[in-house]
């Protein structure tokens, strides 16, 4: 299990950039670089909307709710790379067991 690391823009916000770690064990966090801001949140809080051009990633941490806007093809990037990581660890599990 590898634990994958991206660099995205945010959308409307010019030069706020967030770094997403996407851990296998069911984990997403995200830091936006420029505000000192982190946000994490499990699998199955995880939602993406679509609005226009970008996409809102929203997620809740313990029971306080985040969002961050990506471009499309970057929140389409991320839903593909969190499916892949829960694959990896259900694949995991089940050789385990």
């Known amino acids: ?9 945010l959308q409307n916000c010019l ?9 296998p064990i069911g984990k997403l966090d995200v830091n936006i670089v420029e505000l000192d801001e ?8 995880l939602s993406f909307e679509s609005h226009g051009g970008a996409t809102c990633v929203c ?11 990506l471009a499309r093809k970057d929140a389409l990037e991320l839903s593909h790379l969190v499916d892949e990581a829960n694959e990896e660890y259900e694949t995991l599990m ?4």
């Open 1 to 9: 299990m590898i634990t994958v690391h991206r660099e995205y823009s």
């Open 15 to 23: 030069g706020l950039h967030a770094n997403v770690e996407i851990n």
């Open 38 to 45: 982190h946000h994490s949140t499990d699998f199955c809080d």
């Open 59 to 69: 997620g809740k941490e313990g029971t306080a709710p985040w969002q961050v806007n």
């Open 94 to 97: 089940s050789d385990l067991m």
